[in-house]
């Protein structure tokens, strides 16, 4: 791929073209589902038939392919021109962009791509919205309501609910082959059996004392020793003796809790803990030397068993009350190292640069990042020591019971202890600040200004706060943010080792400043940088190249293939070559909306037509794309463009259609005045859904005024004619009323004036009406004048010949 991708062969476009230039008619049956939609909707709307509608989209497709035959550019009936046109837009469109080569460089001659330099731009864009960004980014984790919150919910949830459970587990099951409970079995099992005849058969009390569950001075004290003895008891045989397998027995029945027995009168039994079994829970807490100082553990041991030595408990729940008693509901330092790592702030503080160097310090947070966040003596282990100021802030913030008692972080000083971390002690200093994110979207980055002295200030409740700097999990949500930085921890620290190189250790802070990460970005991170994540390669191809591909097949099948950045932990960062051969690969032959874009107007002329086909090209392109990859291969792009360069039928279309196809004599000014209502979008072509509706139109609207006005039958006319009917309706029945009602009267004189007025106005009214239509017969002739003139208005309309209304006048006997 390093010379360029291969142009298409041309026999790929013989059988596209052959098959687009196939003019076929869709039958009902095989209509797509577009058109289907469009046909039951129209018919609902418009009262057709199914079958009406059908066949008028039929139609229109027949019309529409014929009219794309007409206008079919000459480069598509030749293989060789198609071929050269795709292959040429696919290259200079993308893929020469990947392609690198030489330059003159400050070291000579040096590789570059253009590719590369559109990375470059996206760098720099980054560089400069880099304040934007961590201003956002330190919204979102130095949030003190959600660290509140979260720490009290790592407190009562995390810590008493799985952590304690988790080490109270560990140390007390027989099955783990590393617990106390474990030893304690294999212990008992060697000493039951070696020792029964010697010690334990006259002293079985001795087995507890010998396996380190009481102490020698607790055997003979009552309380104790009513405890071993009433366990021992119940593990007789049933002459009630003794025996080495009985002592095994008693030993897990009083220290382990899956060997209690079951409850008696719905009470539960007990099980004991023992002092080993406390050091051993504590110690798989991530408790210090310090923090169990024997004298004082010893002490409050006895505080809490009452002087007997064994702690009695029927719950879980009163084992984790036991270890927070002895914190005094309190954070010991492994479980505020929990807390710290849990909400994000300072977890990473114990791999300190200044102190322990580069190396040193990123590979011990790259252990830490992989360690169990429940399991606190390993987390404690791989934290390492705290630097200077965080002791300070724990010394400031933990209280302990007594002098010589070890400290603790009360909950209610979690919060103080973690501003005191992050917030550096400056007192009272006039320094200026600017925002950092003068042009946020979100109002709560405006809390965050940017200080003369070039550090990062918070304003919080009316006062303003200096940040140590950025620390590690902070810069992790910053980079993620961000297209041209993967979240790595190595980028971290070589930023932090470059400020110490700059600033020094004296001038410098233990965490990162934001404008010595802008300055390393720039000078050092970006100066020759070939590898990219996925983000900034899909601003690559997508905003700056526009091969607007869908984004899960570009990271799952061009993306995550291609070999990754050996120094990169996660695998976050690809070669710019390997992305360009890897997508030239996955496309095939194919060309993308853009693509399709450019070969549309090189091939069509500008124009009203050219803007519609444009128009429509994201929609036609994904009816011949349904699996959404993005890309069209050379049979189904020949055609995309064989159907747009005829989007629809434009309004000379139309006319050519209803006048030559139809042989419908439409004037022009009619034919465009249905047209333009008809065309809903404004495009200036109808599609299936306009074609329609206009014919429709044209049938019930134009065509009856058009024979009226041929019958020369105005509104005025026909109104006339109608009330005249009325009238002589009237007067007749006027007539027979007075006639029926003379009779009975003997009124002859009044009758026969009656009779003889009524009928000369009838004899008035019928010559007057015989006269208004042009006849001086009867009605049969009346009727049989309108059907001759019906008649000849049809044939004026639909311009028949003279045959033809022969054979009609002589069918219709007019």
């Known amino acids: 791929f390093a010379a360029g991708p291969p142009p298409i062969k041309s026999v790929f476009f013989a059988k596209a073209i052959a098959g687009s230039q196939e003019v076929q008619i869709q039958r009902p049956g095989q209509l797509s589902a ?121 407190v009562l949830s995390t810590l008493e609910g799985a952590i304690i459970n988790r080490a109270m587990d560990e140390s007390l099951s027989s099955v783990h082959d590393k617990s106390i409970a474990y030893d304690l079995c294999m212990q008992v099992y060697q000493l039951a059996f070696s020792k029964w005849d010697s010690v334990y058969k006259n002293d079985a009390t001795q087995v507890f004392v010998d396996c380190g569950v009481v102490e020698y001075r607790y055997k003979y004290w009552p309380a104790t020793k009513s405890i071993l003895q009433s366990v021992l008891d119940k593990n007789k045989c049933f002459t009630g003796d003794l025996y080495p397998g009985a002592l095994v027995g008693a030993v897990k029945m009083l220290c382990l809790p899956e060997a209690k027995p079951p409850p008696m009168n719905d009470i539960p039994a007990k099980t004991y803990l023992w002092y080993g079994a406390l050091v051993h829970i504590l110690k798989k807490l991530g408790w210090s030397d310090e923090e169990m100082e024997p004298a004082w553990l010893g002490r409050r041991w006895r505080e809490v068993t009452e002087g007997t030595g064994l702690f009695a408990y029927e719950h879980d729940d009163q084992l984790i009350g036991l270890v927070m008693s002895l914190s005094s509901g309190g954070l010991w330092k492994a479980a505020a190292k929990g807390l710290m790592f849990n909400v994000g702030v300072g977890g990473y503080c114990g791999c300190d640069v200044q102190r322990d160097g580069l190396e040193k310090a990123a590979k011990a947070a790259h252990a830490l990042m992989f360690v169990d966040p429940i399991n606190l003596l390993a987390l404690a282990e791989k934290a390492g020591t705290w630097p200077d100021y965080v ?57 965050w200004k940017m200080g003369g002295d070039k550090a990062v200030w918070h304003t919080i409740g009316g006062t303003n706060k200096r940040l140590r700097g950025i620390w590690l999990e902070l810069a992790l949500v910053l980079f993620k943010s961000m297209d041209t930085v993967p979240t790595d921890l190595d980028v971290y620290y070589q930023a932090l080792a470059f400020q110490d190189k700059t600033l020094g250790k004296s001038g410098g802070t233990p965490w990162l400043r934001l404008e010595v990460l802008r300055r390393w970005l720039k000078e ?29 097949p570009l990271l799952t099948q061009v993306f995550t293939p291609c070999p990754k950045d050996p120094e990169d932990d996660l695998g976050e960062l690809r070669r710019l070559t390997d992305l360009g051969g890897a997508l030239f690969t996955w496309m095939g032959y194919g060309l993308w909306p853009a693509a399709m874009e450019v070969a549309l107007t090189e091939i069509m002329p500008r124009g009203r037509v050219q803007t519609v086909a444009l128009s429509v090209l994201d929609e036609e392109f994904k009816a011949l794309d349904p699996e959404g990859l993005g890309i069209l291969q050379p049979a189904e792009a020949v055609v995309l463009l064989h159907r747009l360069v005829a989007p629809g039928l434009t309004c000379e279309d139309m006319t050519d259609f209803v006048s030559s196809r139809l042989g419908m004599q439409v004037p022009d000014r009619e034919l465009h005045k249905y ?109 049989k004048e309108l059907e001759a003139k019906a008649l000849m208005a049809v044939v004026a309309v639909l311009g028949l010949s003279k045959a033809v209304y022969d054979n009609l006048t002589r069918m219709m006997g007019v």
């Not at 909707?41 to 066949?55: D, E, W």
């Not at 994540?533 to 997508?542: D, L, R």
């Open 391 to 447: 002791e300070d802030a724990w010394r400031r913030n933990s209280q302990r019971a007594g002098s010589l008692d070890p400290t603790f972080l009360p909950v209610d000083r979690i919060l103080d202890f973690l501003r005191d971390v992050v917030y550096l002690p400056v007192g009272e200093v006039e320094v200026k600040l600017t925002p950092l994110s003068a042009w946020c979207t979100n109002a709560l980055d405006l809390q």
């Open 34 to 154: 577009r058109n289907q939609a469009n046909i039951t909707a129209l018919s609902s709307q418009l009262n057709l038939r199914i079958g009406t509608a059908k066949s008028a989209i039929n139609g229109y497709i027949l019309e529409l392919q014929r009219k794309r035959q007409e206008h079919r550019p000459p480069i598509l009936e030749k293989a060789d021109a198609c071929a050269g046109l795709f292959s040429r837009i696919r290259q200079e469109r993308l893929f020469n962009h990947f392609i690198e080569f030489e330059k003159d460089g400050p070291n000579g001659k040096e590789k570059d791509s253009c590719v590369r330099q559109l990375l470059h731009e996206i760098q720099q864009a980054e560089v400069g919205d880099l304040s934007v960004k961590a201003a956002s980014a330190l919204t979102t984790v130095l949030d003190w309501v959600k660290i509140s919150r979260n720490s009290q919910a790592y």
């Open 675 to 783: 047209f333009a209502m008809m065309d809903v979008n404004g495009d200036g072509v109808l599609q299936a859904d306009e074609f329609i509706p206009m014919f429709v139109y044209l049938t019930f609207d134009f065509f009856p005024h058009h024979v009226l006005r041929r019958l020369n039958l105005s509104t005025g006319k026909i109104v006339a004619f109608v009330l005249s009917v009325l009238l002589l309706l009237g007067l007749l029945f006027a007539l027979i009323t007075l006639v029926i009602a003379a009779f009975p009267t003997g009124k002859g004189v009044a009758a026969t004036l009656h009779s003889s007025v009524s009928g000369v106005s009838a004899y008035v009214a019928k010559q007057s009406s015989d006269k208004s239509i042009g006849a001086e017969d009867s009605m049969a002739n009346v009727k």
């Open 524 to 552: 050092v991170y970006y100066k020759d940088r070939r590898w990219c994540t996925f983000a900034s390669f899909k601003a690559i191809t997508h905003n700056l190249l526009r091969c607007d591909l869908p984004e899960g």
